[in-house]
């Protein structure tokens, strides 16, 4: 009994010493108005939120998730696009969480959610030949807008094809 008393209280003195030394010393910031970066931190030095692949990539694990576990989420949608295709109340929103991924819902959904952010910017690693082209064009990296139609396509499918993981 004595001894169960004895570990016990080590257990207690540990949680104090974890909660003093780890948890207190944390520092509190507005989630929702701070940038959500890759794990890496994009190489830079300041304090910053990090999850793996930053904000775009925990995005995709949600929509992914929902794919998962909703295989059979678009049965009732195509029997009733068979059944009553002119049905545009059913039609005009996602009646489940898998219906939601098809283009007519999903864009509206992540155009709003890129519209409410709080935070100021969503932060994409660029592959040096991103930059390259980039730098060559005279456009700074937060002034995509300044391209031309051509360029945006050829920016877009240098991106593509040099993603950085």
Same mark, same amino acid.
């Given at each position: 009994?004595? *001894?169960? !008393?004895? !570990? #016990? *209280?080590?257990?207690?003195?540990?949680? #104090?010493?974890?909660?003093?030394?780890?948890?207190? /010393?944390?520092?509190?910031?507005n989630v929702l108005a701070t940038n959500l970066v890759d794990i890496?931190?994009?190489?830079?030095?300041?304090?910053?939120?990090?999850?793996?692949?930053? %904000?775009?990539? %925990?995005?995709?694990?949600?929509?992914?998730?929902?794919?998962? /576990? $909703?295989? %059979?989420?678009?049965?009732? $949608?195509?029997? /009733?696009?068979?059944?009553?295709?002119? +049905? %545009?109340?059913y039609f005009a929103r996602p009646?489940? @969480?898998?219906?939601?991924?098809?283009? +007519?819902? &999903? =864009?509206?959904?992540?155009?709003? $959610?890129? !519209?409410?952010?709080?935070?100021?910017?969503?932060?994409?690693? &660029?592959? @040096?030949?991103?930059?390259?082209? &980039? /730098?060559?064009?005279?456009? @700074? =990296?937060? *002034?995509? $807008?300044?391209?031309?139609?051509? +360029?945006?396509?050829?920016?877009?499918?240098?991106?593509? *094809?040099? !993603?950085?993981?």
């Amino acid at each position: 009994m004595r *001894e169960k !008393k004895r !570990k #016990d *209280e080590a257990l207690e003195r540990f949680k #104090d010493q974890v909660y003093a030394n780890m948890i207190l /010393k944390g520092e509190k910031v507005n989630v929702l108005a701070t940038n959500l970066v890759d794990i890496d931190s994009h190489m830079c030095g300041d304090k910053m939120l990090c999850a793996y692949g930053g %904000q775009l990539q %925990q995005v995709y694990y949600v929509l992914e998730e929902i794919i998962r /576990k $909703y295989p %059979q989420g678009m049965k009732m $949608y195509m029997e /009733k696009k068979y059944a009553d295709p002119d +049905d %545009q109340d059913y039609f005009a929103r996602p009646n489940n @969480p898998r219906e939601l991924l098809l283009p +007519d819902h &999903l =864009l509206p959904f992540f155009m709003l $959610y890129l !519209k409410e952010m709080k935070n100021e910017c969503i932060e994409v690693m &660029l592959h @040096p030949e991103c930059a390259k082209f &980039l /730098k060559g064009k005279e456009c @700074p =990296l937060d *002034e995509l $807008y300044n391209l031309n139609d051509e +360029d945006v396509m050829k920016f877009k499918d240098l991106f593509t *094809e040099n !993603k950085i993981s």
